[in-house]
Every structure is written in C-alpha cells, then in structure tokens.
C-alpha cells in the first residue's frame, strides 16, 4: 500500500466506527503557550481532555502534521542518520473523549492492524507493551485478543522517578498523561536488535507502530496526578512507520513519499547517491520547512522561526557537502506540492510564497557563511595555539548561524582543534538564558478550573445582568473586598475575550453596594476571565451583577476590527494571492495587521490599497454575519485568520460590494462600513523574513491625525518663513544647503587631519627600531582618526600608530600597524589594552583596530604606556 492509500484506509475504518474525521490543525498550536511545535495527534484535543472545551462528537479521527525540532521533543539531529527520526511527521490518531476505553481502544488496534480488509498485518510478528502496574490493559491483550504472554512485556517506571517510564505518556510537563500500551513489529532475525524491554531493545528490529494513551491524569506542576473528570482515549501511528512496514521496506527513507522527495532532490543536486545521509536530510527537512511556512511561520532569530531558520540552514549545509554551489532547497517545493498536496492543498496554494521565502534565506545565509569565514579567518590569523577557542566558536554559530561542523571542517583542514569543553560552556548558559525568558514553559494548570462555559452575549450586548460563578484572588476561589485584585467568571457576559487580535473589552459590574472595574477580559478554555479590581463593596460566587461593558472603547475597536478586514481584502488586490494574515493587534486607538509579502510596499501600492479600503467605507454597505459549518463556508469562499482556533459552527464575515471581504471571524465588528468613517495608513514595515506590517487608523483617530499632520505642516512652513504651498521648495533649499555645509566641513575636517599628520609623523619616537606615534587628537571624530593613522602609516613605511581623542567624556581610540609588523604588533590586542585603561573595551584586525571609554581621566597615562606596551611586545 502506498502512503496516501494507508492514511485514506486509517481514516475511513475509524469512520466507520462512529468516529468524526477532524482535520489536521495548524503547526503553530492555537492558544496553547506550552508548546513550540504541534507535535501530537492530540494537541488539539488538549482542552477536551482536560474538561474545558467540549465537541458535538466524542470520537475522533485525524492525520495530524507534526515537527519535533525544538523544545522537549527534538529530534533533529538525529535526523538523516537514523531509519526512522524525522523533524517533520504525520500521526494517524483516534480518540475517545469519556466515550469508550481500554478494552475498545485496543480492539479497535488489533483489527485495523491485522484484519485482512485493512492491513493484514502477521500476528506473529506483533509484540506488546503494557505499563508496569496495568493488569487490566496486560489480561485484554492475553485473554481477550490472543497475544501469546511472552509477546507482552511489562515496562515500569525505568527512568528514575514514578510515572517516568516508556510506557507512561505525558505531552509536557504539565497536563492530560497517563498509562499507555503499545505495539511492536518484528522486521525479521536479519536486522540487529532485541525485543522491547530487553538489553538490546535499541536495535532495528522491533519498531513500535502503535501507541494507544489511556488518559486517566492531569499532571500539575507541582507533580499530582489527578483524575480527568473523563477518562479517555488518545492512540497515535505513525504514517511513516506503517508505511515502511506495509511497503516491506526497513528504513522510512525507503517509502514511496521518500523516494520521491529523495529522487528530487537527487535530480536538483546533479544525481547524488540516495543513499547518502545529507541526502535524507534535506528530503526530510524540506517537509518541515514548507509545512512551517504554510502555518505562518517566517525565518526569524528567536522562538519558533529561529528553528525553522535552523532547519534551512541545515538543510543548506548538507546540501552544499554534497557539492551545491547555488541555492537549490527551495527548487523541492514544487516536488513536494506533487507528492503530498491531494492531502495538504496549501502547499499548492502557497507553493510560490514557500519558494521565495525558503529562496531568500538561502541567499542570506550564503553571505553569512562569507562573512562568518572572513571572521573566522581573522580569530585563526590572531591565534598563538592550536585550539580554536569556545567562545569564537559560540559566536559564530549564535551571532552568524555559522554551523559547528562547517567550523569544525576548517580547523581540521589547518591543523587545529575546537574547544568544545568552552562551546559547551556557552552553549548551557545560553540556554539558561532562554529557559528563563522562555515563552513556551507556562504551567497548563495555573488557569481556571471550572466546568460548563460562559455564554457570550456581546453580540447582541453591551450591558447584562449575570450571575458570578466564581470570583479568584490570588489563583484561589473566594470572596474579594474593596482593593482587591481579582477574576471574575459569570454565568454569562456582553465582555468580549481577546481573541484574534483584537482586545479585550474594559468596563464595569455593578452590585448593591459594590463595584468591580474591569481592566481586561481574557478566555480560558471555555471561560471568559473578567480581570480587574473590587472598588467598593465584596464579590463573591452566586452574587447577580449588572454587567456594562465601556461602550465608546468597544465601538471604536469594532471598527478598527471591521477594517483590517477591509484592508486585508485590499492587499490581496493590489499585492496578490498569496498576501495572508500573519498576525493582527486591534484596539481604540489604532489597527496593526502582519501579512505575507515578499518586499516593500511602494508609496503607490499604498496609495491604491488606501484609497480602495475608503470607496469600500462610502459604499456603506451592511456588515452580514451567517453562522454555518465549515465545510459550507470554504464553499462561500471565506479566510481563516492565522491562529486563530475555530469550532465545528463558524461566524462567516461578510463587508462590501460584491463579496469584497469574506473571513472566519468570531470578533465584533460595525454594523455598516460606512460606521468606520475613514482609513489612513501611517506606516508600512518589514518584521522578518517574508511579513510586513502596516499601521493605520480610522474614524476619530484618522481625523487626529489629520489635524497633527496639518499641525506639523505648519510649524515647518513657519521655520523655513513660507506658506504652506512653498514649503517644499523652501526645505528642499535649506536641505541642499545643509548638505554643501557638510561637505565643506568634510573637506576642512581632512585638511586638518593631514595637516596634524604631517606634524605627528616628525614627534615619531624609535622603540626597539620600530617608529612609534602615540597622541591625543583634540576635537578629531572617530573618521578623523582612522584617515589620520592611514596618513601617518603610509608616512612612516614601517610603524605603530596609537591616536585617541574625547567627545563629551567618552575616549575614541584608534590604532595602526603597518604590514610588516603585524606578526610581532597586532593592533587589535594593543587597543584591547589600551581600551580596558580607560574603562572600555577593543578590537579589530591585525593593522587596524579601534576601541573606546568611558574613563578620559586615564587617557593621558594609557597614551603614556604605549612605547612601554610596543617594547614589551617587540621582545
């Protein structure tokens, strides 16, 4: 059975056994800060299982994309060098949410897996594990099932710490986990390897294919384990695993999909051996990499596309080991549309934008690696040893994305070593530094445990009288007072939640006698939080309040929020197709929206886009909103927002002329375009890689800023004594004649300098018969002062040159060896010393460096050392 075959067979046999098919979700999880990466079947389901989020079904199926490359689960550099690591997979999963248990759940295993209408796979080549302690699970496989007891094997806590075993699963550190049981194939005596659980159980032959979780547990970070209000299922497969086994196949770079993606990659490469690990590399990476894209990740240097930066440029690296002298990764986009865009059409969708975007890192990281080489050819010019130190080894590789094994491949070449005891060193205090700004470590469990959810009325409302369901100070359910902070959660709420950008709403509960400011309102699961303070009076659970959101504050952000939609619809106009929202910020005062575009948006394009949105606002047109399923608003053609976490029943957008703008959206909005009054843009951006950002305002803020650009227009009419109608001309005259004044200082500035040169190169004192300048140039930049060492080098022939001068109290220093010295004088260390003197730090090359201070009391004395310093130097 071929790959495609296998996941359509999972699907349907689970269907048919009462399960809904729910797509795979996004890469990037929805509202979920504990995770980088999706990198389970079940991150979706998180909130079912925990009781917080409740579906119209309680079984489910999917194929879900998943990346291990960050984070706990990680197994990228494993990857090309084993049969079966993969940053980038697919789960096949079912799930039970209180609905069946362990007894259907491997039932429902055993016939997929071995019934001849499926798989028909060979019983007698299946091995089980079960957790230590889980009879129940141990007696369905023997009595029920059939597996022979000595094909079970028993796995307890082997990893030093209760719960801590192969066979208890958790998905972080905190949240749903419990006992799981798994199943095992035998490839056969010709492959090295024992069976799970015994000494050799790291061989090749018995690989697990099945991994059924009975959730019984929500782990805390404090280390409890308690029940689920619902015990429940969540089985994971992976598809390449199966797949490989189905296709009788050892490796999973031998599947079909991989053969492909390795024949491509092969073809572009110039006919490499398949063979060759940095080969799978790059097959492997290209899926990660495009299917990142595809979710709205962008190349960046920190969180989530600082990895897929990694990755590309690991993909490059193998790429140009194996003989690649031009960008050749992003030409795999296009045979990776063809083998898997049936199942994953986005990746036809957006095949041009993936290219660009993996196309321009290539190209950048091309001139990182010539200018990582050129620093690196400086460190080893500057060494004494034979040992290329950590820290210049840490430095390329985190300031430049200079690979360790492209550092290590040098050095080896020249004779030398690495310091990797002090790679090692920087490496951990790294990633101390990133555990502890690290945004993907929040505790799943700090948030509100209630059952049921808020229902919104803000909708149709904007003041309701609601019950309080619970009220939280400090994280624990009880009674607020007067100065107390604290959440509020009602039985229902007009409050909107943030949630796709825009903000949460502020506002007031009122009670006899009391009074709570609402500050902002975030979701929790299903909750709505109300966070803010008591003023007056005490709050408590099962008190009625009357509910008034701050109506001026949520009208002028509907409006900012109908507009981005507008706007959104505008780009793809002008710009193209591939413009998506890559992110959003809508609050009173202002929008912000992130899309995808590949350069600069030209003060034209701006102009059309401006002046589209505002035809759109006259038009007036109502705003429609339909609530439907998914499934009929694809047909009607609506967009789904980045990150944004949809149900099975949508709200579908509908604003201008003509179906202008169609979105998924759950946020409030005007009543008529017309209510927006009018866009302007402010600014347009650049963020990262491949997404712009622009900035506008509407309605009242549009027309302040009208009036502050009028302001401004004519304080500068005034400065330059024009009317408003002649100020340009006038600037553009000031600004012509500030720029000959500046070149005519630069001129004198030069002057001067070779004037000083000339009598600095007489002062020239011998030292061990070498010339040595050392002085203090008054009123000299910094530009002064290296064109005055080049002048006094050049006057000299052969000869040290230190020259300094002080601005406002900072010291600037300066130094120059000439050619024929710079193996006894390097003037980078000479200016690191003189440097440190005066209380700062310097560096550079052999012949020129330069540094600085903050000491300029100590100048005189550090200027003094220098014939000193160049004797001891000379020997």
């Known amino acids: 059975m071929k790959t495609a075959e296998i996941r359509k067979a999972f699907l349907e046999f689970f269907q048919q056994q009462g399960h809904t098919i729910v797509p795979s979700s996004s890469l990037v999880p929805a509202n979920d800060p504990t995770l980088l990466f999706t990198n389970a079947g079940m991150n979706q389901f998180k909130d079912v299982f925990l009781g917080r989020e409740q579906r119209n079904y309680s079984r489910a199926t999917s194929s879900q994309r998943c990346v291990r490359a960050g984070g706990k689960h990680n197994d990228l550099e494993n990857v ?11 789960m096949l999963g079912n799930f039970s949410f209180g609905d069946y248990f362990k007894r259907e759940a491997i039932n429902f295993a055993w016939t997929f897996l071995t019934s001849p209408d499926w798989l028909g796979i060979d019983r007698d080549r299946l091995w089980v594990t079960v957790y230590g302690s889980d009879d129940e699970a141990f007696n369905i496989w023997a009595d029920e099932i059939g597996v022979p007891r000595e094909r079970i094997v028993r796995i307890g806590d082997n990893k030093g710490a209760p719960y801590a075993s192969d066979n208890f ?4 550190d905190t949240g749903p986990c419990g006992p799981c049981t798994e199943i095992f194939f035998d490839h056969g005596p010709d492959v090295a390897g024992g069976p799970p659980g015994s000494p050799e159980e790291d061989g090749d032959r018995y690989i697990e294919i099945w991994n059924v979780v009975f959730m019984q547990f929500n782990r805390t970070a404090d280390g409890e384990m308690q029940p689920l209000p619902r015990p429940s299922v969540d089985t994971g497969m992976g598809l390449e695993r199966i797949s490989a086994v189905m296709q009788k196949v050892h490796s999973n770079y031998e599947i079909d999909l991989f053969e492909d993606l390795l024949k491509a990659a092969s073809d572009v490469l110039g006919g490499i051996d398949h063979r060759e690990a940095s080969l799978r590399v790059i097959a492997d990476h290209i899926r990660s990499c495009a299917f990142l894209i595809t979710d709205g990740v962008m190349p960046s240097n920190e969180g989530r596309g600082f990895v897929l930066r990694r990755i590309i440029r690991r993909a490059v690296r193998h790429g140009n080991k194996l003989g690649a002298k031009e960008p050749f990764f992003y030409k795999l986009v296009g045979a990776l549309a063809a083998i898997m865009g049936d199942a994953y059409p986005e990746l036809k969708q957006q095949r041009e934008q993936i290219e ?23 460190d080893i010019e500057a060494l004494s040893g034979t040992e290329i130190p950590g820290t210049t080894i840490f430095t390329l590789y985190d300031t430049y994305g200079f690979p360790v094994d492209l550092t290590n491949d040098i050095a080896r070449e020249r004779g030398l070593t690495l310091d990797y005891e002090g790679y090692e060193r920087e490496m951990e205090a790294q990633r101390e530094r990133a555990r502890a700004a690290s945004k993907f470590g929040v505790d799943y469990n700090a948030g509100v445990r209630l059952e049921g959810r808020t229902e919104f009325t803000g909708y149709e409302l904007v003041d309701d009288r609601d019950v309080v369901r619970a009220v939280y100070v400090d994280g624990k359910v009880g009674t607020a007072a007067a100065g107390d902070e604290a959440v509020v959660v009602l039985e229902k709420t007009p409050f909107y939640a943030e949630s796709g950008g825009q903000v ?30 008591v003023v007056s009076g005490e709050l408590t659970s099962g008190q009625q309040v009357e509910a008034r959101v701050d109506q001026q504050r949520r ?34 005062d202002r929008l912000r929206f992130d899309f995808s575009h590949f350069e600069a948006v030209s003060a034209d394009q701006l ?7 505002n035809a759109q606002i006259r038009a007036n047109t109502p705003v429609h909103t339909e609530l439907m399923d998914m499934d009929r608003a694809r ?31 759950g946020g409030i909005h005007a009543a008529r375009t017309g209510d927006i009054g009018v866009l302007r843009i402010t600014g347009e951006s650049g963020i990262s890689a491949g997404v712009r950002r622009i900035e506008a305002v509407t309605g009242q803020g549009a027309l302040d800023w009208f009036d502050a650009t009028e302001s401004t227009l004519r304080e500068v009419a005034s400065l330059v004594k024009a009317n408003r109608d002649a100020v340009i001309e006038k600037v553009q005259v000031a600004v012509e004649r500030s720029r000959q004044l500046e070149k005519e200082l630069a001129q004198l500035k030069g002057k001067l300098a070779s004037a000083a040169g000339s009598d600095l190169a007489s002062s020239a004192k011998e030292v061990g018969g070498v010339k040595v300048v050392a002085a203090e140039m008054a009123g000299a930049d910094r530009k002064g002062l290296m064109e005055t060492v080049d002048q006094l080098k050049n006057k000299l022939g052969s000869g040290i040159v230190v020259l300094a001068s002080v601005e406002d109290g900072k010291v600037s220093l300066v130094a120059g060896v000439t050619k024929d010295l710079t193996a006894r004088v390097r003037a980078g260390d000479l200016v690191r010393d003189l440097a440190a003197e005066v209380g700062g730090k310097g560096g550079g090359r052999p012949d020129m460096a330069q540094g600085g201070g903050t000491d300029a009391d100590k100048l005189p004395a550090a200027l003094a050392s220098v014939e000193a310093r160049v004797a001891a130097l000379l020997g």
């Open 607 to 613: 102009k059309t886009i401006e002046r589209m949105v």
């Open 555 to 588: 009208q002028a952000t509907a409006l900012n929020h109908s507009a981005t939609h507008l706007l959104h619809a505008a780009l793809r106009q002008v710009l193209g197709d591939h413009v998506t929202q890559k992110g959003s910020l809508v609050d009173p």
């Open 80 to 90: 090309g060098y084993t049969a079966r690591h993969h940053t980038f997979f697919e």
């Open 504 to 533: 949460g709403d502020t506002g007031v509960l009122l009670w006899n006698g009391g009074r709570f400011e609402v500050t902002d309102t975030r979701k929790d699961g299903d909750h709505h939080l109300h966070v803010g303070r």
């Open 356 to 378: 660009r975007i993996l196309l321009q890192e290539e190209e950048q990281f091309a001139r990182t690696l010539d200018k990582g080489l050129r620093l690196l050819e400086q």
């Open 169 to 172: 699963w958790q998905m972080g």
């Open 635 to 665: 047909e009607k053609g609506a967009m789904a927002l980045f990150g944004e976490k949809y149900g099975d029943t949508v709200r579908v957008l509908s604003m201008g002329t003509e179906g202008f703008s169609v979105e998924l959206c």
